[in-house]
């Protein structure tokens, strides 16, 4: 069983930056993938960033050079640094990590890029 606990979401005004982070309760080593997917209203869940164990970053081609998906190992912590946001990037952020062949994903960070 592997528990993740998502922080950081917030609001924030067009063109700014938020950070969020994603606490694993095991090993990141353990961890097969790990990314983040976000949800909007109204729309279906999609892939943000995601990186397999020892493979290379995905990133969705909306968030390119906007968003960095990187982690703390000693802290088993991965997280989504988000830049340049936009009204279009709000949408409630979940970590998602495959271990031992089972999908386990965060309750959910909500983010909302507003004026």
């Known amino acids: 069983q592997v528990q993740l606990v998502e922080s950081g979401g917030g609001l924030v005004q067009p063109g700014g930056s938020l950070r969020l982070s994603c606490a694993a309760s095991?090993?990141?080593?353990?961890?097969?993938?790990m990314g983040w997917y976000r949800q909007a209203p109204g729309k279906q869940r999609e892939l943000v960033a995601a990186?397999?164990?020892?493979?290379?970053?995905n990133y969705a081609d909306s968030v390119k050079g906007r968003f960095t998906m990187f982690r703390d190992n000693a802290k088993n912590t991965l997280f989504l640094q988000m830049n340049s946001l936009k009204p279009e990037d709000t949408a409630v952020y979940y970590c998602n990590a495959v271990h031992s062949g089972t999908n386990y994903w965060g309750q959910g960070t909500q983010v909302t890029v507003s004026s």
């Open positions: 990186r397999p164990s020892g493979g290379r970053t």
């Open positions: 095991v090993s990141i080593f353990s961890i097969n993938a």
